[in-house]
């Protein structure tokens, strides 16, 4: 079993329609990230999470929300979905006790909003 | 602001030719810098870093060294073969950034028989 599971893994949605994408891992680690990977501009960081109560901005959160339900989920919400929202979606962890700069990646949510 | 600049693609080679992927940086302060690597319907994963300025990093047989000097971090592999088809980015952190990666927009890497 993968260590970072998102679901769901494909999605087809209409403007307007609500959405949650969902990130759980079994690494034990206290940081959770949302990024979108779009064509030609790479990875993007929509919001990050240090623990349970702590939850951040990244650069392109407009439009996005997020939940830290618990130390191992990190859930995206986009509350009325847009066309340009069509991405693929990317949650990743990492160590707080490690300033490595590795994150561990899931498989991706890719999103198509119609 | 922080930012990765990274050669575009698709870079097409025959298998056992010599690979370079061009990457420049800016940041403010002393980055840390990556490579990671997304096989076709796979997540990211880390292939290497450099944490410090003449710092080189390396597996798999890639190697980038960390130059300060050009603000560059080009990543090089002798030898490639089919199997390194993916995409590759570089990314760079700042020390107590809590991990937070900025990303060059992505290399495809195609090696043909």
């Known amino acids: 079993d993968a260590d970072v599971t998102q679901t769901p893994r494909n999605r087809i949605t209409k403007t307007g329609k609500r959405i949650m994408l969902e990130c759980s891992q079994t690494?034990?680690?206290?940081?959770m990230y949302w990024y979108r990977q779009d064509p030609g501009l790479g990875l993007r960081l929509i919001y990050y999470?240090?623990?349970?109560?702590?939850?951040n901005k990244g650069e392109i959160s407009d439009g996005y929300s997020v939940s830290r339900q618990a130390q191992a989920k990190f859930s995206l919400s986009l509350e009325s979905a847009i066309p340009n929202q069509t991405a693929l979606y990317f949650c990743a962890t990492s160590d707080r006790l490690l300033e490595t700069g590795e994150l561990f990646f899931g498989e991706g949510s890719r999103l198509t909003v119609l | 602001g922080n930012s990765v600049t990274q050669m575009e693609g698709p870079v097409t080679l025959s298998e056992e030719a010599f690979l370079t992927i061009n990457c420049t940086y800016t940041?403010?302060?002393?980055?840390?810098l990556f490579w990671y690597v997304q096989y076709p319907g796979e997540g990211l994963q880390l292939l290497l870093k450099?944490?410090?300025?003449?710092d080189k990093g390396s597996n798999k047989g890639f190697e980038a060294t960390y130059r300060k000097e050009t603000t560059s971090f080009h990543l090089e592999k002798g030898s490639v073969q089919v199997s390194d088809s993916a995409v590759y980015f570089c990314?760079?952190?700042?020390?107590?950034?809590?991990?937070?990666?900025?990303f060059g927009t992505g290399t495809q890497l195609k090696v043909e028989l």
């Open positions: 999470s240090f623990d349970v109560k702590d939850i």
């Open positions: 990314a760079l952190s700042l020390t107590g950034g809590g991990n937070k990666l900025t």
């Open positions: 690494k034990g680690h206290d940081r």
């Open positions: 450099a944490t410090k300025a003449d």
């Open positions: 940041a403010t302060g002393y980055p840390s």
